[in-house]
């Protein structure tokens, strides 16, 4: 059997800090194939970040150190490769989009000399024709009057537009895989539709596979095939959207679901998860959702449950994954 | 909002408790933080060592070592067992008197500081945080101050008004002084009245002397702490620039700066004459720009001002 | 930059200037007391020097008459005249080109040694180099700059004998030492504050953005990183440029150097009361276009700063 597009297998990411080690990311696995859209759903603080930006590499180390696991593209394995060669996986084979559209734009240089700039030092083409292409990308991702716009600073531009640009960017060396980190959370509701949207369709076209990081299940619902829920550094369910959508099988996710509104239903309070999330430098025993957990019991506080396929393609972290409902 | 919060809510917490939990966590971080760092501890040393040679400096002497005396016949003699720093030109025990010299350096220093800070603090927060017709005001005042070199300024200052006594370098030094640190202030305080918290507080109908002083000027402390430490370091410097030139303190005031300026015409017969006032003046200097920094890195200050 | 900023920065000029210029005439003028007198240092004055300087500044007559007419000898580079008579813009014409080269000299130094050492520092962080040139710059910083004038001297002008310890005769190996005596310390300071800005800027997320774009390094850290730290660096070089320009007073008297610094003190030792106004009114003018110069070029570097 082929190797599947992306791979990450059991990544393990820890920080060092004054105040002790905490595993941000702690034994992470999945597989991508191409046109495939995998949602990594999960709140601050659960890994999901760190491990797109460990799979890049571009963590800061120190504090950050990557300390096991395997990140593959193809049978390339990109945690030992050079950083030269990192350099050139970066933005051609793997490419990220970011969050925050006017704090990953440079606020000093041209959305124009920015696109350029990327398009000469990876492409080899002359100015004119990065320009032209440029110009391309920038009407493939829906920004109107693209020509005029190359002249725009970052801080001109609105953060749908600029977002846009991003986007942009990010598929202009037409990468195999896009991690897409929080690509919607700064902006507007009504832009962030627009923006899934036109992601949902680069997709389909270039059959390029997506990890869709967020915390927002409907845009995970939205847009992705299959969605990973994190949860302080594991993956603790895995499967089909809709399925984990209508048939939870680990008690976090169950919580999450719960916790949004209907708005058909009235309501005294707003249904949120007991607790707070756990603190990464002294980490709850055994599984660490137990503190939160209604189905928790003496064995959950001691051991911490493995990835057990409870149905098939449908992963879970939970001893208790038969008994989640709804 | 028509909802009254119930009591067992774990909603937001009163606008003004969170901002105050929020900062004592903060500077427990900052404390740790400057415990660890090694600048930190030289420059509280330092400056700690020359703050005790200001206000009693009869305790660093030894009973062999007497201020007051001078003995003509023991002139520019080198560092021996009796002087350990020598004596000077008037066969006075040198040691003693650079000791001496502290007092000066750090009675300028302090006071150029606070003065520049409550100058800073006041004018600066009313220009940030109520802009308009007052940010105006006293921004140009500021850009036409600042347009005025520090030590020129001083220079002509003092010379028109001859008389340079510690308090007249150090109020000459402020007056030239002040827009630096305003201009910091404000862009701090510009900087901060948007936050949350402070709208929070606006709406619920704390007067703007309260917003300021409880949850603006606490948030947006740490760059002038940091530049207040420049600024004294700055201060020692320029008191004793000044005095060098001859227009600051003038004999028989002691001061660093006089006893260099009077060592530079016999430097090559007795460098140790420049040597011990100039190092004295470097390290208190130097504690000063040693504390700005670790205070710096500790509070994680950029004191750079945003556009 | 947009025209708005350029048009409203320049209008600017005109009330800072003013405003300048009567910060320095009404400390001699306006405060309390007989301004001759006080020009003079209250040394005893002929009385018909008293009454050539009473003509010339226009003490007879209300003060905003005097600012007016001194503000019209300004724009025509009347700077004044001493109480012998001779006139202070001669001065300024005679030691303005022994200024300048210290200037230029020390600034030089200032530009390149303090980029060197930031980015240096900056991108070998944690390394012993970054050590040594802290270290090394902390010193240049704290020690005062008449120690280090008086160091150099000693111990390349007279114990080594190499350079030339005062005056300007020797050509341009007479500016070696000064220059070297302002312009470790500036490049010293430069070197901490790029260096601390530097870093600031490599953590950005738009720095991590470009290198998750796979940008080569060297790209990253030339166009990126430096331009977005460049802002603060070009106001400090700035402002040091119009100080320098304003005769580094210290320096000059160390080494003797027949500049507009020296000019100075020898005027304030002198009771020239004159001549230092003169002066010190020169040097605040140079200093607003200056900042006028700094702001307009901060602007062309960061286009936040004029589009606001």
Aim: hydrophobic residues 45%; aromatic residues 8%.
């Amino acid at each position: 059997m082929p190797e599947p597009l992306f791979t990450v297998e059991n990544l393990q990411v820890e920080f060092r800090t004054d105040d002790g080690v905490v595993h941000a990311v702690d034994g992470v696995s999945y597989t991508l194939e191409k046109s495939e859209v995998l949602a990594v759903l999960g709140e601050s603080g659960s890994g999901k970040t760190v491990h797109a930006r460990a799979a890049m590499r571009i963590l800061d180390t120190p504090p950050a150190f990557i300390t096991g696991g395997s990140v593959r593209l193809g049978d390339m394995e990109l945690l030992t490769l050079d950083e030269e060669d990192m350099r050139e996986v970066r933005g051609s084979q793997v490419a990220m989009l970011f969050q925050d559209p006017h704090t990953a734009l440079d606020p000093v240089y041209t959305v124009g000399e920015q696109l350029i700039e990327l398009l000469k030092a990876r492409r080899r083409v002359s100015k004119r024709e990065a320009t032209e292409v440029a110009t391309a990308l920038l009407g493939r991702v829906g920004i109107p009057t693209p020509r005029e716009r190359l002249k725009a600073y970052p801080h001109q531009l609105s953060g749908g537009i600029a977002q846009r640009v991003m986007v942009a960017m990010a598929v202009a060396l037409e990468p195999a895989v896009l991690l897409a980190d929080e690509p919607t959370s700064s902006l507007d509701v009504t832009v962030q539709a627009q923006v899934l949207e036109l992601l949902g369709s680069l997709v389909a076209e270039t059959q390029m596979a997506m990890v869709l990081i967020t915390h927002n299940l409907a845009v995970a619902v939205g847009l992705a095939d299959r969605i990973a829920v994190m949860y302080a550094g594991r993956i603790v369910e895995l499967g089909p959207a809709r399925e984990i959508y209508s048939d939870p099988k680990h008690p976090y996710t169950a919580a999450l679901l719960r916790s949004i509104p209907d708005i058909q239903i009235r309501e005294e309070r707003l249904p949120a998860i007991k607790g707070a999330p756990p603190n990464l430098l002294r980490p709850p025993t055994g599984c660490a959702f137990h503190p939160r957990c209604p189905l928790a019991d003496d064995r959950c506080k001691a051991e911490v449950p493995p990835e057990v396929e409870v149905r098939p393609g449908r992963w879970s972290a939970c001893f208790h994954a038969d008994e989640v409902t709804r | 909002m028509s909802n009254r919060p119930t009591s067992d809510t774990e909603g937001a917490a009163d606008p003004l408790d969170t901002v105050e939990g929020q900062t004592v966590t903060l500077w427990s971080d900052v404390r740790r933080k400057l415990k660890r760092d090694r600048r930190f501890w030289i420059a509280a040393v330092l400056i700690a060592i020359f703050v005790g040679m200001a206000i009693a400096p009869q305790l660093f002497f030894t009973d062999s070592l007497d201020p007051s005396q001078c003995e003509l016949s023991d002139s520019a003699k080198g560092p021996s067992h009796a002087h350990w720093f020598g004596t000077d030109i008037l066969g006075c025990d040198y040691y003693t008197r650079v000791v001496y010299g502290a007092r000066t350096s750090i009675e300028v220093g302090f006071v150029v500081g606070t003065l520049i800070v409550t100058i800073a603090l006041s004018l600066g927060s009313a220009s940030g945080y109520f802009g308009g017709k007052t940010d105006m005001i006293i921004s140009r005042f500021a850009d036409v101050w600042f347009s005025v070199p520090t030590t020129l300024g001083a220079i002509l200052l003092l010379s028109l008004f001859g008389g340079g006594g510690t308090l007249a370098v150090a109020l000459v030094l402020v007056f030239f002084g002040w827009p630096d640190m305003t201009r910091l202030v404000r862009s701090t305080v510009i900087g901060g009245k948007h936050r949350g918290y402070v709208r929070a507080a606006k709406t619920m109908g704390s007067p703007s002397r309260t917003i300021m002083r409880r949850h603006v000027l606490p948030n947006g402390i740490a760059p002038v702490l940091v530049f207040a430490a420049y600024t004294i370091g700055g201060a020692v410097g320029g008191e004793a620039g000044l005095t060098f030139l001859g227009v600051g303190l003038r004999l028989p005031s002691i001061s660093w700066g006089l006893q260099i300026s009077i060592a530079q015409t016999r430097f090559t017969s007795d460098p140790y004459l420049l040597f011990f006032p100039s190092l004295f003046l470097s390290f208190l200097i130097g504690g000063f720009v040693l504390l700005g920094e670790s205070l710096r890195d500790a509070l994680d200050v950029k004191l750079i001002e945003d556009a | 930059m947009s025209r708005r900023y350029l048009i409203r920065r320049l209008l600017l000029v005109v009330p800072v200037l003013l405003g300048t210029i009567l910060l320095v005439f009404g400390m001699v003028f306006l405060a309390p007391g007989d301004p001759i007198a006080r020009l003079a240092g209250n040394k005893p004055l002929s009385p018909s020097t008293i009454a050539v300087m009473t003509q010339r500044y226009h003490l007879d007559q209300p003060f905003v008459i005097q600012f007016w007419e001194y503000l019209k000898a300004l724009s025509h580079g009347d700077f004044g005249a001493t109480f012998t008579g001779r006139d202070v813009s001669e001065i300024i014409k005679e030691r303005f080109p022994v200024t300048l080269k210290l200037a230029i000299g020390a600034f030089g130094i200032e530009l390149v040694l303090g980029l060197a050492l930031s980015i240096v520092s900056a991108v070998k962080r944690r390394t012993w180099i970054d050590s040594s040139i802290l270290v090394g710059t902390l010193f240049m910083i704290t020690i005062p700059t008449l120690v280090v004038g008086f160091v150099l001297q000693y111990v390349f002008g007279i114990k080594l004998g190499w350079l030339p310890v005062a005056g300007v005769q020797a050509g341009w190996q007479s500016y070696v030492l000064p220059s070297l005596t302002i312009g470790l310390g500036l490049a010293a300071s430069i070197g901490r504050l790029g260096r601390s800005d530097i870093l600031d800027n490599m953590t950005g997320e738009h720095i991590r953005a470009a290198n998750a774009r796979g940008l080569p390094r060297r790209r990253v850290i030339g166009h990126h990183v430096l331009k977005n730290s460049l802002v603060p660096i070009v106001t400090i070089l700035g402002l040091d440029l119009a100080y320098l320009m304003g005769g580094a007073v210290i320096t000059e008297t160390i080494f003797n150097l027949p500049g507009l610094g020296q000019s100075l003190i020898v005027g304030v030792r002198t009771s020239n009361g004159p001549l230092v106004v003169g002066l010190v009114m020169l040097f605040a003018i140079i200093f607003v276009f200056t900042t006028l110069i700094v702001d307009l070029l901060c602007a062309r570097i960061d286009p936040r700063i004029s589009y606001e």
